[in-house]
């Protein structure tokens, strides 16, 4: 079975900051490995989504992220964030070449300070 | 096309009663899958269906819970004789078996259910 663990239920950082939202997965097998943001009262958005091929992935709104095989990570980073960026953040595991669902972490809190 | 739509948004109910949700996915799209989050939880998988086959079930998805797609379009899930522990936002999504964007789910913008 798979498996994802957000380590930071929240996190605070302060606007033009950077921040990372850290991601570790559990998986026997290939998984494609996403990133979904959350904003109050809505559903979920596809951030970016890494399948194969380059380990450096850049989404929407300025984020990316890196996949580390030997750690089993999936950090999402943002050089700057502004006050829009202020959400949930849900990193996501789905078995490589197997349609089958998507396994969801608890989610990531970022409050961007003033 | 307007995305993965459900309805309604939001539904209060008494314990005991029983409640309807509608999840029309984007056209096409051969995947329906729902969803439960409570607050401050990750969406927590309950069911899938490829077409009007519904290929698994979660153990989350007890007896009072039943979900139908009957002609592989819109899907209906249904709860029966409602518990406070029901109180939760339930997600839809759907994507295509074949495609650019077969590997990405689509999200609709939740039902939130309160029991009272």
């Known amino acids: 079975a798979q498996s994802v663990t957000q380590l930071d239920s929240q996190v605070p950082v302060f606007e033009e900051a950077p921040v990372e939202l850290r991601c570790n997965y559990s998986?026997?097998?290939?998984?494609?490995l996403f990133w979904y943001v959350q904003y109050p009262n809505q559903g979920l958005q596809l951030l970016l989504k890494?399948?194969?091929?380059?380990?450096l992935v850049k989404g929407i709104n300025g984020f990316e992220a890196e996949f580390n095989k030997s750690q089993t990570s999936f950090h999402l980073r943002k050089p700057s964030v502004h006050i829009s960026d202020t959400a949930e953040y849900f990193c996501a595991v789905s078995v490589m070449n197997r349609d089958d669902k998507i396994i969801f972490g608890k989610g990531t809190r970022l409050h961007i300070l003033p | 096309d307007t995305g993965v739509s459900q309805d309604p948004r939001h539904k209060i109910t008494k314990r005991g009663q029983n409640v309807t949700f509608r999840c029309d996915p984007i056209s096409e799209h051969n995947r329906l899958y729902w969803y439960r989050q409570t607050l401050g939880q990750g969406p927590e998988f309950l069911t899938y269906f490829q077409n009007e086959a519904q290929l698994e079930k979660s153990r989350l998805l007890s007896d009072r819970f039943s979900a139908e797609r009957p002609k592989g379009s819109f899907s209906t899930l249904e709860i029966q004789r409602t518990e406070q522990g029901d109180s939760a936002m339930y997600l839809c999504?759907?994507?295509?078996?074949?495609?650019?964007?077969?590997?990405?789910?689509?999200f609709g913008q939740g039902t939130r259910l309160t029991v009272v």
């Open positions: 890494y399948l194969s091929g380059s380990t």
């Open positions: 998986s026997s097998v290939s998984v494609y």
């Open positions: 999504a759907s994507k295509p078996t074949k495609g650019a964007t077969n590997t990405e789910a689509f």
